[in-house]
């Protein structure tokens, strides 16, 4: 079965300094991850993908990932924290269900970005 | 860039009442979904869509629910007797191919059941 681990609840940091998510997921197959971001009051937003192409991701307003099959990891970086990132961030699986292909969500991290 | 359009932004509905959300998937896309995020809770896939069928659907997606795709462009979900516990953000999401492309979800439907 296919499943996503996103191993902080809430993670702060100050404004310039990292952003490190943490996502680990099992899968019995080479899986397709995503993170999307979730502002307050607004819809989900993707970030990016991995798609069994290159490992290391980059994705929207300065985010990347790295797939690491080793470790079943793909946590989500950014290299200086910016207040407007302050939001909710979802790790994604793909789960197979017969034909199809079901996101499957991770239960989320909360970025919290101080001045 | 191609949007997945949800409405209403916000539905308060009474108990016992029938609901319909509404959703049009970005045209060229085949797969469609529906979720839903209690307050303060988790994204909960509730079902899937393809081929004018359903392919996959959760324990949630019991037979007070059900999905159309009435006009090939519209994608809705009906709840029949709404329960104060269905009140949550329902999000609609569509893709080309699955994985290989990634989903795109709308900005979501604020469902209130008093």
């Known amino acids: 079965a296919q499943s996503v681990t996103q191993l902080d609840s809430h993670v702060s940091v100050s404004e310039g300094t990292p952003v490190l998510l943490r996502c680990n997921y099992s899968?019995?197959?080479?899986?397709?991850l995503f993170w999307y971001v979730q502002h307050p009051n607004k819809g989900l937003q993707l970030l990016l993908k991995?798609?069994?192409?290159?490992?290391l991701v980059k994705g929207i307003n300065g985010f990347e990932a790295e797939f690491k099959k080793s470790e079943t990891s793909f946590h989500l970086t950014k290299p200086s924290a910016h207040m407007s990132d302050a939001a909710e961030y979802f790790c994604v699986v793909t789960r197979r269900a017969g034909g199809s292909y079901i996101p499957t969500f991770g239960r989320g991290t909360s970025l919290i970005v101080h001045p | 860039e191609p949007e997945v359009t949800q409405t209403p932004s916000h539905q308060v509905t009474q108990m016992g009442q029938e609901v319909i959300l509404r959703c049009v998937p970005i045209s060229n896309h085949l797969y469609f979904y529906w979720y839903r995020q209690i307050l303060g809770q988790k994204v909960e896939f509730l079902v899937s869509?393809?081929?004018?069928?359903?392919?996959?659907k959760s324990e949630i997606f019991d037979d007070q629910f059900s999905v159309e795709r009435p006009d090939g462009s519209n994608f809705t979900l009906k709840i029949r007797s709404t329960k104060l516990e269905d009140s949550a953000m329902y999000f609609c999401a569509s893709s080309e191919l699955q994985a290989r492309y990634g989903y795109t979800f709308g900005s979501g439907t604020r469902l209130t059941v008093v």
């Open positions: 899968s019995s197959y080479s899986p397709s």
């Open positions: 869509f393809y081929n004018n069928e359903i392919s996959e």
């Open positions: 991995y798609t069994s192409a290159a490992t």
